[in-house]
């Protein structure tokens, strides 16, 4: 269970991935029904530390790395690239890993992960400006340039900026489930979820709002029980089949079916979380049909089965 967070700060330290993380884990969500954390910003050291651009301006951290040794999550916000990063700071991440907690970077953060050893295998990305070196430096790194966010055992990259947001309410809503993960994208007004129907390691993007096709998508959400086909998703679209293929997926970094099925499950996990439906009736609810239908694509999606997702996130004991 996600309860406490240490963010690393290192010297030159981007402001915005920096407040992303003070953003989704430090503030206390309670009163809208949202999730606390116990949060600790860190340094090499306390004391002093300067950020990147913005004006320069410093910030006060007054933690040393002591902090990370028993949280359930480690932040590296990015930093930039050049230098090496002091061999503590490497040795808490690789600790934090090595017990079990996560450990998540936050666009060119991922640089400091790399020099620790722990993208050496996995998937991983950044910020589309440094993904190439990222690959020329950890050549054993699985660079993908072409997402928002990677999950692999435990060791989440985002790519810039925003993305960091992304990839924070993903390790939420995994943790904690959609209902935190909504309640913390409410008051930042953010969208809760943003993938292409992706297995849960790989992410691909999908802009906050689509261009031509922002109101079908949210007709698509509401009416996630209808049979939602291509023809007549493209008659409503006024425009041709091909053509609604083809926009679909430069609006939306997917194909119609891919971001369907993931907004079904994304609205199976919101039901099983909040009510005591069957498995059977939010099958239908959400145009999975069948709840056999539900089952395979919430295993192929989440690695988990419904009944076993409301065992885990529901708030009080359900039929």
């Not at 939010?282 to 409301?310: D, E, K, M, N």
């Amino acid at each position: 269970m996600l309860r406490s967070v240490a963010v690393i700060a290192l010297p030159n330290v981007a402001p915005f991935e920096l407040g992303v993380a003070c953003e989704v884990f430090g503030i206390d969500r309670r009163d809208t029904g949202g999730p606390a954390f116990d949060f600790t910003i860190c340094g090499v050291e306390p004391g002093v530390i300067r950020t990147k651009d913005a004006g320069h301006f410093s910030i006060v951290v007054e933690h040393g790395l002591e902090a990370t040794r028993d949280v359930d999550l480690v932040i590296i916000p990015a930093y930039g690239t050049s230098g090496p990063v002091p061999e503590a700071v490497l040795d808490a991440l690789r600790d934090a890993h090595a017990r079990g907690a996560w450990v998540l970077s936050i666009c060119s953060g991922s640089f400091a992960l790399g020099q620790a050893g722990l993208l050496d295998g996995r998937q991983c990305t950044t910020h589309w400006m440094y993904t190439d070196e990222l690959g020329r430096t950890f050549p054993q790194a699985r660079v993908n340039p072409a997402v928002l966010y990677v999950d692999d055992d435990r060791v989440i990259t985002s790519a810039g900026t925003a993305a960091g947001i992304d990839a924070c309410l993903h390790l939420v809503r995994r943790e904690l489930g959609a209902t935190a993960a909504s309640a913390i994208a409410r008051r930042m007004v953010v969208p809760p979820h943003r993938d292409g129907g992706q297995a849960q390691y790989v992410d691909t993007p999908l802009p906050c709002d689509a261009d031509t096709l922002a109101p079908l998508l949210a007709w698509m959400v509401e009416n996630l029980e209808e049979e939602l086909s291509v023809p007549d998703l493209a008659a409503r679209a006024f425009v041709s089949e091909r053509t609604f293929a083809r926009r679909f997926r430069a609006e939306t970094g997917t194909t119609p079916a891919a971001w369907i099925t993931r907004q079904r499950v994304v609205r199976a996990q919101e039901m099983l979380e909040r009510s005591d439906a069957s498995i059977e009736e939010i099958a239908r609810l959400c145009g999975f049909g069948t709840a056999a239908v539900l089952r395979h694509h919430f295993a192929r999606t989440l690695g988990t089965s419904p009944q076993a997702y409301r065992r885990t996130f529901a708030p009080t004991p359900v039929s």
